[in-house]
């Protein structure tokens, strides 16, 4: 059975292709676009090129992260690292950044350079990647009768009152049976919607006068509240700090190491060179 009044999804599927595939090779190949036109704009022609690299170092580490942070954090089983589903954001985040770190450093490269573009990036990018969360079902939110609710009778899992009380700890509505679809708050929209927000708000901001690295602790900062946010309404069932759960305790450190970032690239000066090259003049976006 179907709430009568709920918007009902169906999975998108494209050929052998899912819609969350196609989501994330777009997310990472917009960001990847993003970031190498911002270095040129700055006049980091030399650095734009090494941009490939560091997205391919982005893809690997964001998918052994978020698998990872999935094994050691949800679902504690390392049979489930070989499963085709199961990738959380914040683990692709943190994976994310430890290897390209690791590459930009044997490059010898600026780190701070390549982040303070790589914030803009990956807000283009998440904006783009959450919409195959939408395109398969998942990452859906607690059950709710607004206007705007949406049933996921096909999702990843589907949005069942069983799967909802035996996944999520969501308490099955009186009268409902395990099979009965439930409408529920469509998170991943939501998610869709404010990483625009994000990319709008970093994009304002891309000609900041402060030290390279300083866009980056901005990010930092917005991506930690919305996550923080959202959380609220997602289907969760892992509330391991009181009332909050794993991911908005990470989400509240990456905005908290955001701030820290924001106050020491605040100035440039030695060492802390602006976001334009010496002697270049920005081109046009």
Known sequence: MIPPDAIVHHPFVFGPFTGFG???FMAFWIAQVIAERELRR??????????????????IGTLLGAKLYYVLVITRDFRDFFTRGGFVFWGGFIGSVILCWAVIRRKKLSFTRFADVGGIAIAGGYAVGRSGCWAVGDDYGRPWDGPLAVAFPQGAPPSTAGIMQQEFGVTMPAGATPDTVLAVHPTNLYETFLGLAMFAILWRMRDHKHAEGWLFGAY???????????????AKDDRFFGPLTAAQVIALSIALIGVAIMIWRWR???????IH??????LAA
């Open 22 to 24: 196609l989501a994330v």
């Open 220 to 234: 930092c900062v917005v991506a930690g509240i919305e996550r923080f946010g959202i959380e609220f309404f997602r």
């Open 268 to 274: 440039p000066g030695p060492g802390r060179p602006g």
């Open 277 to 282: 090259a010496e002697g270049a003049r920005p």
């Open 42 to 59: 700055r006049g980091h022609l030399a650095e734009s090129i090494a941009i490939q690299d560091i997205v391919f170092a982005a893809l």
